[in-house]
């Protein structure tokens, strides 16, 4: 009788230690697992000196995401010409998501639906979540958002984070790109092409000041700026 | 019975005979295409389909390839169109240029001003053909046709 309480003690105490030490342990592992996977962020580099103004981006896009007609998650701004004739030129631009790190879009949705995925970085929507109240097409300062008419939800460029990415493949406008003028990778591989050509070159980003720390870079073309 | 049979049989023929008459006179139609001289040989690689070869526009095979000379003996001074075995560049736009100026060229397509001298107007354009492969082009087909050339990989 008496055995039988002490074994019962002794079993419900080990029982107990044993439980506390796995959580503990499944904390440590769980922040462990954060810490590596926060080892990617993902960024886009449009080397406007290569771009060619084809077009071959918006159309893999396109048929990648299955963006309907009428809208669109990237497109190729064009200005100019430039120059005399027979040597005009043009400039070429990639409109598209800036993957702002402090994104506003993200801020200011009021479900939830658009965020910024914590692996990757890459600011997503999640179309399920999202009722369309239109706020983060009015607070993205690049003005890229739009409303899908086929989802209805808030769409724009995720990196093809639910395409091409998911099948382990670049995204679909770098894989169509002919004269490798997009580049993408990882920001926090110092050994990534991209970070290599982000090292070699001097870029831009776009409305820095506003604190939105976006993650689309240009190379620009030709000197843009008023000369003095 | 045996009437309306043979009612049949005779509609159905006019209608045979109208569309073989329509086919035949498709073929032979424009003025261009009954260059003798020229058809003697061409009549395979050289028959003039496309939009140039109308009747309205008055042209014949000279107008753009140049008068015959010595051809086919070698060397001529045929004007031939492509850009890998064609004749010389500035010969070729010189051609082109004659009806057509850079500036409304230009403003067409904007295209144009960057292969300005620089590419012949055949590397693209096929004139020859019934359909021109530059008009109401789908944005894929046009983002491989610069792929053709412009592939940086």
């Excluded at chain 2, 010389?88 to 397509?109: I, N, P, S």
Aim: proline share 5%; with cysteine; hydrophobic share 35%.
């Amino acid at each position: 009788m008496e055995n039988s309480k002490r074994r019962f003690l002794k079993g419900t105490c080990a029982l107990f230690a044993g439980a506390t030490g796995a959580s503990l342990l499944a904390t440590v592992n769980a922040a462990e697992g954060a810490k590596a996977e926060s080892d990617i962020k993902y960024a886009m580099i449009h080397d406007e000196t290569k771009c060619i103004g084809c077009r071959a981006c918006e159309v893999a896009c396109r048929e990648t995401n299955q963006v309907p007609e009428g809208v669109s998650r990237v497109r190729i701004e064009q200005t100019g010409p430039f120059g005399e004739y027979p040597n005009e030129y043009y400039h070429f631009s990639r409109i598209s998501c800036q993957h702002c790190e402090d994104a506003p879009c993200v801020n200011v949705c009021p479900t939830g639906a658009a965020f910024i995925d914590k692996e990757t970085g890459i600011v997503s929507v999640n179309a399920w979540k999202c009722v369309g109240c239109q706020y983060c097409i009015a607070a993205c300062p690049y003005k890229i958002r739009f409303i899908n008419p086929v989802t209805h939800a808030a769409d724009k460029c995720d990196f093809c984070r639910e395409t091409n990415l998911a099948q382990g493949k670049q995204p679909a406008c770098v894989e169509a790109c002919p004269t490798k003028a997009l580049v993408f990778g990882n920001l926090k591989d110092p050994t990534s092409e991209l970070v290599q050509v982000l090292r070699a070159n001097p870029t831009q980003r776009a409305k820095v000041a506003l604190g939105t720390r976006p993650k689309l870079f240009r190379i620009l073309a030709k000197s843009g700026e008023v000369i003095l | 019975m045996s009437k309306r049979q043979w009612l049949w049989s005779i509609r159905l023929g006019a209608i045979a005979l109208l569309l073989s008459f329509g086919a035949t006179s498709a073929e032979s139609a424009l003025q261009i295409n009954s260059d003798t001289t020229c058809m003697k040989c061409h009549k395979r690689n050289g028959q003039m389909l496309g939009h140039h070869g109308q009747d309205a526009m008055k042209m014949t095979c000279s107008t753009c390839h140049g008068e015959k000379g010595d051809h086919p003996k070698k060397p001529n001074d045929i004007v031939v169109f492509g850009i890998k075995d064609g004749s010389e560049l500035d010969t070729q736009l010189a051609v082109c240029h004659k009806c057509h100026t850079q500036r409304k060229l230009g403003e067409t397509e904007w295209t144009h001003n960057v292969h300005a001298q620089k590419v012949p107007c055949a590397a693209c354009h096929k004139l020859h053909s019934p359909t021109e492969p530059m008009a109401d082009m789908t944005p894929k087909v046009r983002s491989e046709l610069c792929r053709n050339c412009h592939s940086g990989r």
